[in-house]
C-alpha cells in the first residue's frame, strides 16, 4: 500500500477525530475500509459522549460497518496506535491490516498485531500527533482515564 493511499485513508479517520474533539470527547477517529479502499463504516472515541467505557473510535468505526463474514482482506485506519482492547478487536475479527496514524503519544498494541500477523503502517501523521499532544495537555485527566491510568 503507497503512502498515499495510506494518508488518503487517514483522512476519514482524522475528520472522525476532530468530531469527536468538537463533541468535548477524545480525538480518536478510526475508519474500516475493504481492500479497494471502499468505505465500510467509521466512527469516533465517544467514552464521553455516551457515558460508555467500550466505545472506543475503532469499536465505532467497526460497529458502524455491520456485519461481514470475513475481515482478512479490511483495513482499520486509526489515528492514533489502538489501545489493547482495541488491538484485540483486530486479532479477534481477524482484520488483516491497520494504519496507525500516530504512536508517539501512546504506544497501544500495534507492534503486537505486526508479531501477530497483521500488517501494520505507522505514519507518523503530524496532525494527529499535535491534536493529542494539545488533547493531552490540556485533559490529561480525561486522557489518563481512558488509558485506563489512575493517579
Not at 459522549?49 to 455491520?66: K, L, M, V, Y
Amino acid at each position: 500500500m503507497s503512502d498515499m493511499v495510506t494518508e488518503h485513508l487517514l483522512e476519514a479517520a482524522y475528520e472522525e477525530a476532530r468530531s469527536g474533539l468538537a463533541e468535548g470527547g477524545i480525538p480518536i477517529g478510526a475508519a474500516l475500509f475493504d481492500s479497494a479502499g471502499n468505505l465500510l463504516g467509521r466512527g469516533h472515541n465517544r467514552r464521553v459522549q455516551n457515558d460508555d467505557p467500550s466505545i472506543h473510535a475503532e469499536t465505532d468505526a467497526f460497529r458502524n460497518a455491520g456485519r461481514r463474514r470475513d475481515y482478512r482482506d479490511t483495513i482499520m485506519v486509526t489515528t492514533l496506535s489502538p489501545c489493547w482492547y482495541c488491538s484485540g478487536l483486530v486479532r479477534q475479527f481477524g482484520i488483516g491490516a491497520v494504519v496507525v496514524g500516530e504512536a508517539r503519544t501512546f504506544n497501544g498494541g500495534h507492534e503486537w498485531l505486526a508479531e501477530n500477523g497483521v500488517s501494520i503502517t505507522v505514519l507518523d501523521d503530524p496532525r494527529c500527533v499535535e491534536m493529542m499532544e494539545k488533547f493531552i495537555a490540556e485533559r490529561p485527566e480525561l486522557w489518563f482515564e481512558d488509558i485506563g491510568v489512575v493517579g
